[in-house]
């Protein structure tokens, strides 16, 4: 069984970067596309990024320019590397497939964005 484990969280400044690393416990490689999302206080989970199998990558709009999505399948990691930082990214942050499996679920990384 799949287990998705979330880090790299944490407190930055506005402008500020920061790596999230999701690293699955199973074989994730066959999953076609994974993708992070994330969730800020009172508001619905919401996809930001995901990456394909074959490398093709897609961002929401808020994020484009900023964030880059990365996927190891020999070390069974998906990445997001975060630029220029602002308060509105505050958020849990979350990997899953796309579309998420309800299994796959793990504690998130919390992400704040403050001065």
């Known amino acids: 069984q799949v287990q998705l484990v979330e880090s790299g969280g944490g407190l930055v400044q506005p402008g500020g970067s920061l790596t999230l690393s999701c690293a699955a416990s199973?074989?994730?490689?066959?999953?076609?596309?994974m993708g992070w999302y994330r969730q800020a206080p009172e508001k619905q989970r919401e996809l930001v990024a995901h990456i394909t199998s074959t490398g093709n990558s897609n961002y929401v709009d808020f994020v484009k320019g900023r964030f880059t999505i990365s996927r190891d399948f020999a070390k069974n990691t998906v990445d997001l590397q975060m630029n220029s930082l602002q308060p509105e990214d505050t958020a849990v942050y979350y990997c899953?497939?796309?579309?998420?499996?309800?299994?796959?679920w793990g504690q998130g990384t919390q992400v704040t964005v403050s001065s």
């Open positions: 199973g074989i994730i490689s066959s999953i076609n596309a």
């Open positions: 899953n497939a796309v579309p998420p499996r309800y299994e796959f």
